[in-house]
């Protein structure tokens, strides 16, 4: 076999049984479930291991996109990694297979400390290595059995057994994913729940308070479904059948209580506008939407089972083992903190916690945004820390008041001598905002016009009318003040590990 051959050989080996590995991962998965496909459990496993300062840097360069991001990487190493063990295969086959085994061996490891996850999730892994080592060994002996006397069919036949496992490893993976949608998808049982109606309103409601949408703003005051942010740890969306979803009340209380989702559609419903921030927002951040939010008063439920008084934490779990930690306080003291199951007039969608998910005003979501919930456990902090806790997070944050231009945009032109339209939204969930001003340049601040909003819970669009008269380069910023007439904190801090604080400015080109 000739040097040259030796050196594309090898790595076309070796990325060709690699993604023999992934395909026969994702075929296995389907009888397993979409959380046990090697590439998943890996991923999930890197967001367990990767320090919290990583992961905020990655939120704060590429926002929600950063699934897409890791997934990505996942594969490009693979086939990285696949295309040395190649190489390294046709020097010596059982170091090669030896090689892929060691890969087998981490998926399986991943599949098997991942949160909540289950002895079966292994399956995938342990066969996808198989299915690897196997198309390994088969190419590598038919790179080898070439003969001096025939090497052009020899080649061919090599041809032809590396298309074939391309073909069949793109037909598994693909397929195999296919297959997962089609077993475990629960679309078809959200299209068939009806939101009962909630307080004598009709169970589809999304109308906007009068004077609530100024008009001026890029942003609606109303945060479309498909347009509210996401950030969540979860690679694959969890798939909660609402026929055999429960949530269980448990910890220290006077007797347990376990709601299927038949009783929670039979309680009285209410349905709130609701403003949801990210810690992880920055200083004019988009991780910040405003929707109408419907469910039960998660106060009713947890008096319900009768707490103890001393119990100062709800460690919210979800379907996938994240944990939250609410102060028990937040949820008790008469605000408006829902089980939700309803967003925009709709069941919630998949990706935003159906069948079931926690909404408290006045907390990032980090400590009480708990998506896809199946547990709520009365307890402390001192006793039980939740998982953004222990990755250095503060326990018990309240949202920092904030406010935003989203119109202008930095960068934009406006014509001097014309007026334009500076607008924004600001927000300080269950305290409210009294006043938003606006700066240009070193100027005065200027108070702009406040839209009204239903109550303190949701955040409120602002407009001023700005007629810049000279050309040149003008800077916008924006200040709130709250519903207690505390003004908006001005000193820029990073948004770990409690919230960001910080005026929002803008820079716009005036020209004649």
């Known amino acids: 076999m000739s040097g040259m051959r030796q050196s594309w050989l090898g790595p076309v080996i070796g990325v060709l049984s690699a993604a023999a590995t992934v395909g026969a991962g994702e075929l296995l998965a389907v009888f397993v479930r979409p959380e046990a496909s090697p590439v998943i459990a ?37 086939a990285l990694a696949g295309a040395a063990i190649g190489q390294l295969a046709l020097r010596s086959l059982r170091a090669g297979v030896a090689g892929v085994a060691g890969l087998g061996a981490f998926a399986a490891y991943c599949a098997l400390t991942d949160n ?18 196997a198309v390994l060994v088969l190419l590598v002996r038919a790179a080898r059995a070439g003969s001096a006397a025939a090497p052009d069919l020899d080649r061919r036949r090599l041809l032809v057994a590396a298309g074939a496992t391309g073909a069949v490893a793109a037909l598994a993976g693909f397929g195999g994913r296919a297959a997962q949608h089609a077993r475990f998808d629960v679309a078809t049982a959200r299209r068939r729940v009806k939101l009962p109606a909630a307080e004598g309103r009709p169970a ?26 996401r950030i969540d740890t979860a690679l694959t969306v969890p798939q909660l059948d609402p026929k055999s979803w429960h949530l269980r009340i448990h910890g220290a209380v006077q007797r347990e209580l376990t709601l299927t989702y038949a009783d929670v559609l039979a309680r009285p419903q209410l349905r709130r506008w609701i403003t949801l921030c ?43 083992g994240y944990t939250f930690g609410a102060p028990t306080a937040a949820v008790l003291d008469g605000r408006d903190a829902l089980l939700a199951i309803g967003m925009n007039g709709q069941p919630l969608p998949i990706e935003h916690g159906f069948p079931a998910r926690t909404v408290i005003p006045g907390l990032y979501g980090y400590v009480s945004a708990c998506k896809w919930i199946t547990s709520i456990k009365v307890t402390n902090f ?13 326990p018990r944050p309240t949202i920092k008041l904030a406010a935003r231009i989203d119109t202008p945009r930095t960068g934009r032109s406006v014509t001097a001598g014309e007026t334009v339209m500076v607008a924004g939204v600001a927000w300080d969930q269950h305290v409210g905002v009294s006043k938003v001003e606006v700066q240009v340049d070193h100027g005065p601040w200027q108070p702009a016009r406040l839209a009204s909003v239903p109550s303190t819970d949701t955040w409120r669009q602002w407009v001023l009318p700005w007629r810049p008269e000279k050309t040149g380069t003008a800077r916008l910023r924006v200040r709130a003040t709250d519903g207690r007439g505390v003004p908006q904190e001005e000193h820029a801090h990073e948004a770990f590990p409690d919230g960001a604080t910080g005026l929002h400015t803008v820079t716009v080109q005036v020209t004649a």
Not at 54 to 63: D, E, H, L, P, R
Not at 216 to 222: I, N, T
Not at 382 to 394: F, H, L
């Open 42 to 78: 890996v991923g999930n496993r890197i967001v367990l291991l990767t320090p919290e300062s990583a992961k905020q840097a990655t939120i704060n360069s590429v926002g929600t996109a950063d699934k897409a991001l890791l997934l990505g990487s996942i594969y490009l190493v693979l």
């Open 204 to 229: 589809v409601d999304r109308t906007v308070p009068p004077g609530a949408d100024l008009g001026r703003s890029h942003v609606p005051w109303a945060t479309p479904n498909g347009a509210f942010y």
């Open 116 to 133: 909540a996850s289950r002895g079966s999730d292994v399956v995938p892994s342990v066969g996808a290595t198989l299915a690897g080592a």
């Open 278 to 320: 990210c810690v992880s927002n920055g200083v004019g951040g988009s991780l910040v939407g405003n929707a109408l939010w419907q469910g039960v008063r998660l106060a009713d439920l947890v008096r319900e089972c009768g707490p103890d008084p001393d119990a100062d934490q709800l460690l919210l779990t979800s379907a996938d």
């Open 382 to 394: 001192q006793d039980d820390a939740a998982y953004w806790v222990k990755e250095g997070w503060a």
